[in-house]
């Protein structure tokens, strides 16, 4: 009889550490497969079953970015495992998990009770004050956790929403004396199933939390960590529970290589949208005239001369100038008469040859086009040839407001 008893505690034994290998590799991406062996374990008895609830939970806990995984997990199992029944009490596996929800939940406010203690009873070893906080720090992981995974099971239709609003109010618990755990848990659990439990029915009920929320949040005695929580909950579900910014849980290893090509593809868009504004920009530089002879009147590129940026600039972007001299009747005669260096400026080049521009049109827009250009070197004499006319009426032009100005100060002394 004793052999019989040591051998079934064996074969649980061997079970949970094969459910327990299991729940050790499960990740998104082997979810399926994973299930699958898990309904191969001889999960026959209550006690199995058990077993099932308190390591899916207790993984959950410490791995509560998770939550939403094992959630689905135990939506699956919940209709996969089997129910027993224990001194006629029908045993089931949500059952289970509700009773450990609500287990955990008090558990959590007893520890985070005994963590903040401050005076230590007689008997009990006195803790450091890093010990202290190593213990709260734990109490408030696992609390957190705790509520995540109540928030998905309850997503996943796992919970009831008479559940949701009990825990609402115990965390809400007193205003004027509130504990940051508790508020921390509380906003972490209205982000989660703010949207489903946020509708006509339960408006009355939802107004008054968030009332309780305002003033939370406007609670000195609380940090500005969880009073800057407490005002995103209230944005939040002004915005309608849109997320601005939706934080990323587990990926499949697909989901992580699309990302991530998609993430390459867009900074090789970006780099081409980058070198593509620097061409542009050198285009600009040197703009190209495409008349009906060719670019810039050349037929093609071995007749083109280089020149100097001063040249080629004047003879790309000069007017010609007009071909009789009334355009400059405006200036006075001193200005016409004034010889530099003994050399009559109003004379100077007057026979050289003259860039032509193929029409008035052309004229007024830019680049002229060279039709009587027939070598290299009567291109080169016309440009230097416009060149000099160019400055020299500009000169002129300077001249010529120059003495005018001097002429009208003149006047105004009088």
Not at 175 to 185: I, N, R, T, Y
């Amino acid at each position: 009889m004793m052999h019989k008893a040591e051998k079934k505690y064996d074969s649980e034994d061997a079970k949970q550490r094969q459910l327990r290998a299991i729940l050790n590799r499960l990740t998104p991406q082997n979810f399926d497969r994973l299930f699958e062996q898990v309904n191969k374990v001889n999960i026959d008895n209550a006690i199995t079953l058990v077993g099932v609830v308190s390591q899916i939970y207790e993984k959950a806990l410490m791995e509560p970015i998770f939550c939403e995984m094992y959630a689905n997990f135990c939506s699956h199992l919940a209709s996969e495992l089997p129910d027993f029944s224990v001194d006629n009490e029908k045993i089931t596996f949500k059952k289970l998990l509700l009773n450990k929800c609500q287990e955990e939940f008090e558990r959590g406010e007893r520890e985070q009770e005994e963590a903040n203690k401050v005076d230590e009873a007689e008997g009990e070893v006195k803790l450091s004050n890093e010990e202290r906080e190593q213990r709260r720090t734990k109490a408030r992981r696992r609390m957190l956790g705790n509520i995540r995974l109540i928030g998905e099971l309850y997503k996943k239709k796992m919970l009831t929403e008479r559940i949701m609003h009990e825990c609402i109010k115990k965390l809400l618990g007193q205003c004027q004396d509130p504990h940051e755990e508790d508020v921390e848990a509380l906003c972490k659990l209205m982000s989660i199933i703010g949207e489903m439990i946020d509708h006509p029915k339960a408006k009355k009920h939802m107004n008054v939390y968030f009332e309780r929320l305002k003033l939370l949040s406007n609670n000195m005695n609380l940090s500005s960590r969880v009073r800057f929580m407490l005002k995103d909950v209230i944005d939040l579900r002004r915005n309608r529970w849109q997320v601005r910014r939706k934080v990323d849980g587990p990926k499949k290893i697909e989901k992580v290589h699309r990302d991530a090509l998609q993430e390459r593809q867009a900074q090789a868009k970006i780099g081409r949208m980058g070198r593509g504004m620097v061409n542009n920009q050198s285009v600009r530089k040197n703009p190209v005239d495409f008349g009906p002879s060719g670019i810039n009147g050349y037929g093609n590129l071995s007749e083109r001369t280089p020149y100097g940026p001063r040249e080629e600039l004047a003879s790309r972007y000069m007017l010609d100038r007009p071909s009789s001299s009334a355009g400059y009747d405006h200036l006075s005669a001193p200005a016409h008469n004034i010889n530099y260096g003994n050399k009559d400026l109003r004379n100077d080049d007057r026979n050289l040859n003259r860039p032509v521009a193929t029409s008035p049109h052309a004229q007024l827009q830019g680049p002229i086009v060279f039709q009587n250009a027939s070598s290299d070197e009567q291109l080169r004499d016309m440009c230097l040839s416009a060149i000099r006319e160019y400055y020299k009426y500009c000169f002129i032009f300077v001249l010529s407001i120059f003495f005018g100005y001097s002429l009208a100060g003149s006047s105004t002394s009088w």
